[in-house]
């Protein structure tokens, strides 16, 4: 059996780069709502992710969305996070707000426009090296709503020539993570719909270059913890965007709309050696937080994260290696159930007093308040770039 006290070092280990983005006002295409204490400055998002990390050191790293979170000076920035304990980490390129990428950036027919997508993400990679940032990680919007619109061949070629130029520009400390994402905004063919065309670019590419699986990027009903088993099989899998969905990329809590299947994920993450302090794997979470307040809603996701992780880390292996091989069916999965039902709450909570932290970070931050201050204080918070 492995207890809690077996896994209570490796606890330590876990560290969960927050999305600047979740700290601003975020909707959908029909509203966005304010919330009151919304950050109005990229300032602003790093004091709340820190606010974050000090009530549950779990969140060490931030990262940004250029341009959404541009500044004049990036090394002013780094310093900024600093001082509040926490370090700028992957830097997201963006390529699907303006005009002129509307039928594609990376993968566009027209050279000037596919110039100018491959010069922003050079521009990202100079930011890098200002923010001390490991980590670009390129999202594509790129496809098309037609069957005939475009021809999807050349686009893929198009994209393995402007990412070459990208990853040649990488510096030897730095990686470079491809996004996939099955539809949306494009509806009817996806220039990177799937982890097996992000392997197949990345690997064409060399070995700074890796897979970013975002767990809402799938049809409903995939397998994901064994898309994450092949990736670090193969060791592509450089990070993941953690959240939650019910129906499309809905973006909300990790671990909030299926419990087991963050689970399951993480169990892959462990038993294919991608969790811990030497791991390649980042441990990043994509989400917004549409109707909830987004301190408390970024607590709740780590918190989650976090729970999970213990979890699959309780996973008694040498009896579900005996299980598995002696083909006693339900005795594996028996193995793999108890370690999903044991409720870590209690343990973790008096693991946080022992660092000198609240056991439920939670009712700390809401009973600090925090919140009550922001929102007397901000007034205008900006939204984060979706809906802006
Ligand atoms: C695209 C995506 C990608 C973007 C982020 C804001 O749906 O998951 O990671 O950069 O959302
Ligand atoms: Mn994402
Ligand atoms: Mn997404």
């Given amino acids: 059996m492995t207890s809690f006290s077996d896994i209570r070092p490796l606890l330590a280990e876990q560290a969960i780069e927050l999305p600047s983005w979740a700290f601003g006002n975020s909707g959908t295409r029909f509203k966005v709502f304010g919330t009151p204490g919304t950050p109005r400055t990229i300032q602003e998002k790093i004091t709340d992710a820190a606010t974050v990390n000090d009530y549950t050191q779990l969140a060490p790293a931030v990262a940004l969305h250029i341009p959404w979170d541009k500044v004049d000076d990036y090394a002013a920035l780094r310093e900024f996070a600093a001082e509040k304990g926490v370090r700028l980490g992957t830097v997201n390129s963006n390529t699907f707000q303006d005009d002129v990428y509307k039928f594609g950036s990376l993968t566009h027919v027209d050279d000037a426009v596919r110039r100018r997508a491959i010069d922003h993400h050079l521009e990202c990679i ?12 390129i999202w594509l ?19 393995a020539a402007s990412l070459g130029e990208i990853y040649a520009r990488l510096g030897d400390e730095q990686r470079l993570v491809l996004e996939y994402k099955f539809f949306e905004p494009a509806f ?14 990345v690997t064409a590419l060399g070995e700074k270059a890796m897979v970013c699986l975002d767990t809402g990027h799938h049809a409903p009903g995939t397998n994901i913890e064994f898309i994450v088993m092949q990736l670090l099989r193969l060791g592509k899998l450089g990070s993941f965007d953690f959240n939650s969905r019910f129906y499309a990329d809905d973006d909300l809590i990790v671990g909030a709309a299926d419990p087991f299947q963050l689970f399951r994920i993480l169990v892959e993450v462990v038993r294919g050696d991608g969790y811990g302090a030497d ?3 980042a441990f990043m979470l994509d989400q917004c937080h549409n109707v909830e307040d987004k301190i408390p809603g ?7 994260v976090q729970e999970m992780t213990a979890r699959a880390l309780l996973v008694d292996r040498d009896a579900l290696d005996a299980a598995q091989s002696a083909g006693d069916v339900l005795g594996a999965n028996d193995v793999l159930m108890d370690a999903f039902y044991t409720d870590v709450r209690g343990d973790l909570a008096a693991w946080r007093e022992s660092r000198g932290l609240a056991g439920d970070p939670m009712r700390a931050y809401l009973a600090s308040g925090t919140q009550e201050r922001i929102a007397a204080e901000r007034v205008g918070g900006t939204q984060s770039g979706w809906g802006a």
């Fill in 141 to 159: 919007a790129d496809g098309t709503n037609y069957p005939g619109q475009g021809d999807m061949r050349g686009r893929q070629d198009r994209l």
């Fill in 279 to 281: 791991s390649p794997v």
């Fill in 188 to 201: 009817y063919h996806t220039d990177v719909p799937d982890w097996g065309t992000s392997y197949a670019q």
């Fill in 126 to 137: 100079d930011i890098m090296h200002e923010t001390g940032s490991r980590d670009l990680k």
């Fill in 298 to 304: 970024q607590i709740r996701s780590v918190l989650n």
